[in-house]
């Protein structure tokens, strides 16, 4: 009798550490998919341009952001904001317009997740084949169906982590519905309309500043309807 208990109990033991086993792997191909379904969406975007409605910290305004692959986007924002920012390949503007004021920085940042070419993602912090890691999905159900939320750090190339940014995701379809970072300013960022996606052709104009445009004061070049800001006569001699 008790060796028939024993040879039970070892049994059982092994039917746990098997169920435990398989859970974790379903857990795991669950998470896989997941990642995988936000790479193939940010993946078939080639270039999008929307409205949004940014919030930071108790501060918020409608903006504007268009977006073309690799590296490029723009974004302005209603009145009374004149603050343009705009990234390309070669560095990353940020310019008050009003008056006229201009820092060029290097394009990086949390905001590659949405303007890098290719986009690796791994739950796994040790993989070096990626470029942005995944701490955390969240799964809520709502009336549309499930929305995902992914807590990811892209990395620098000297090895720097940014901060985390969280993009929001519907499922059904799937489509980007916003984002938030929490660095000194908590930022969040909802999506309002998406104005054109994967459009055949952009002005590449539209991801440079000129001189002319700052002369002149029409630095506008969104949706918004902002007057030219007025320069005084010779304002470049």
């Known amino acids: 009798m008790i060796k028939y208990i024993n040879t039970l109990k070892a049994y059982l033991l ?13 857990a795991d191909d669950l998470i896989e998919h997941k990642i995988e379904l936000l790479e193939e969406y940010l993946s078939s975007v080639n270039n999008i341009s929307f ?19 690799p590296n490029n986007f723009r974004i302005e924002y209603e009145e009374p904001e004149d603050l343009i920012i705009i990234g390309n390949n070669d560095y990353l503007i940020i310019y008050n317009a009003n008056d006229d004021l201009i820092t060029h920085l290097e394009n990086k940042g949390p905001w590659n997740i949405l303007t890098n070419a290719q986009i690796n993602l791994s739950n796994d912090i040790d993989d070096k084949n990626i470029n ?5 999905i969240k799964e809520i159900e709502m009336k549309d169906g499930k929305h995902l939320f992914y807590k990811i750090t892209m990395e620098h190339d000297k090895n720097i982590n940014f901060e ?14 916003g984002w938030a ?3 000194e300013d908590k930022t ?6 998406i104005i054109e996606i994967n459009k055949k052709k952009i002005n590449k104009e539209i ?12 630095v506008w070049k969104g949706p918004f309807d902002k007057k030219a800001i007025e320069r005084l006569p010779n304002y470049y001699r």
């Open 14 to 26: 092994n039917f746990t550490i098997i169920c435990l086993l398989i859970s974790n792997c379903l």
């Open 51 to 69: 409205t949004f409605q940014q919030t930071t910290n108790d501060s918020s305004i409608k903006g504007w952001m268009i977006i073309e692959k």
């Open 132 to 136: 942005g890691f995944v701490a955390e």
């Open 164 to 177: 985390p940014i969280i993009i929001h995701v519907s499922t059904n379809p799937t489509q980007i519905l």
């Open 181 to 183: 970072i929490y660095g």
């Open 188 to 193: 969040h960022v909802r999506i309002t309309n």
């Open 207 to 218: 991801f440079k500043l000129t001189k002319q445009e700052r002369a002149s004061g029409n």
